[in-house]
């Protein structure tokens, strides 16, 4: 039987290098590919009690459930963004997710018609070029440097392709860890609100900050009228991923017609992880639960970084990350990581080459590596195998 698909799914292909990390996973290799916490830190006991909170409410706790999601929950996300600066923002203006990931997903069902343009970072998200391209929409990379989106080039392409939403992850960003700096942020807005584009802004990482004393305002905090921005975050790397459970705000029109296409999609979201969390935040410390998982992070990084600098390989680059998971490292030009994976891997040590990430060509030089599921012992450890792996593909291109 030769079965007939959609247009659509020639997106959705499988790659060597997914198929190299799937062995990854059953195999003694350590890992720094994926985006994963360490689950020796995960709330166990606080989450255990509020799922035995949530089951002794009654019946009704296991009922269907509103689409928008657990209206406590809503309140309390709401709570929470406000510390943040978002104020703009009432619990009807915002969607529980099935992760955020489901955010991206909904915000480009009712978006995109085939062909309209989406300006992105340049690497940006895996998953989220994946969405956006399963429908149809054009991505476009917009120059960076460190500080974030490099304005000319943003407002060059702006005129240029008239996108319909712009995509960021400006703190601590997957795959480069960086984080923007206020005023690219508000570089970003201002054009924003001067072209009328919407900006998609994705947060899963900016609870996750080591240095406490700077101050990285959230985009949506600066648009106080709640016009153009729409924000998402998630609890999958402050409490559990299992929960699969984010939240979206932004204009309430979007944010209505995103609440439909989930009707259709999923009817809603885990309503007993949605109970749970709620009991979680109420009940739990889950701010001192943040604070341990960025110390440990932190010291996980830091350890990570002193690996680094001892390889000291010629061509390396990388910005220290002040937050989130990843370490995003550019090699000298004449090394390409995707060649060099299964290497990697056979001698015991993982990491996701960095090309994936970019929208269209990208540079086979990089890598990500994460540093928190790992324990320090392993970092240590993966770290000495992968410069091994790294300095002697150096020799063996200069020396063929
Ligand atoms: N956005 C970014 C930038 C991410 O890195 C991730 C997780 N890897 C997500 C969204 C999705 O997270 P979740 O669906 O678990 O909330």
Redesign the pocket.
């Known amino acids: 039987m030769k079965y007939a698909f959609s247009k659509r799914v020639r997106h959705l292909q499988s790659s060597a290098v997914r198929d190299i990390l799937k062995v990854v996973n059953q195999g003694n290799v350590i890992s720094f590919a994926g ?1 994963l916490p360490d689950e020796e830190l995960f709330p166990i006991a606080g989450l255990q009690a509020a799922f035995e909170k949530t089951f002794a409410s009654g019946k009704k706790a296991l009922q269907y459930a509103e689409t928008e999601g657990y209206l406590p929950l809503r309140d309390v996300l709401i709570e929470r963004m406000k510390r943040k600066g978002i104020t703009s923002y009432s619990a009807n203006d915002v969607l529980v ?8 997903d909904l915000f480009s069902k009712v978006v995109f018609n085939p062909g309209d343009v989406i300006l992105a970072e340049n690497p ?2 895996l ?2 070029l994946q969405v956006f391209e399963s429908y149809e929409a054009h991505v476009i990379g917009v120059e960076s440097d460190e500080h974030g989106m490099i304005p000319e080039d943003l407002e060059e392409k702006v005129k240029r392709y008239r996108p319909k939403c712009i995509y960021v ?1 400006p703190t601590f ?2 795959p480069t860890g960086k984080v923007w700096s206020m005023e690219r942020r508000q570089q970003l807005l201002a054009l924003a609100q001067k072209y009328h584009v919407i900006v998609f802004e ?1 947060d ?2 900016g609870d996750i900050q080591f240095n406490k004393d700077e101050e990285y305002a959230p985009i949506a905090s600066l648009d106080k009228k709640g016009t153009h921005v729409l924000y ?6 402050t409490a559990v ?1 299992a929960l ?3 939240w979206i705000t932004g204009p309430y029109q979007i944010i209505r017609l995103m609440s439909q296409a989930k009707q259709a999609n999923d009817l809603h979201s885990n309503s007993l992880a949605q109970q749970a969390l709620y009991h979680l935040c109420m009940d739990y410390d889950l701010d001192g639960h943040i604070q341990m998982l960025i110390r440990e992070y932190d010291a996980r990084m830091k350890l990570m970084l002193g690996e680094l600098e001892k390889a000291n390989l010629p061509g390396m680059s990388y910005v220290v990350p002040k937050g989130g ?1 990843f370490f995003w490292i550019e090699l000298d030009e004449s090394v390409d990581t995707t060649d060099m994976l299964a290497t990697a891997v056979e001698r015991g040590v993982a990491y996701v080459p960095g090309s994936p990430f970019y929208v269209g060509k990208g540079k086979e030089n990089t890598l990500r590596l994460n540093f928190t599921h790992s324990t320090p012992e392993k970092i240590e450890k993966g770290m000495k195998l992968l410069t091994e792996v790294l300095q002697e593909n150096r020799q063996e291109i200069i020396t063929p």
């Open positions: 985006g997710t099935t992760g955020s990931q489901q955010a991206i940006t998200y998953a989220a992850v960003s997957n994705d899963p990482y998402t975050s998630t609890f999958s790397k991923p699969r459970t984010g998971m």
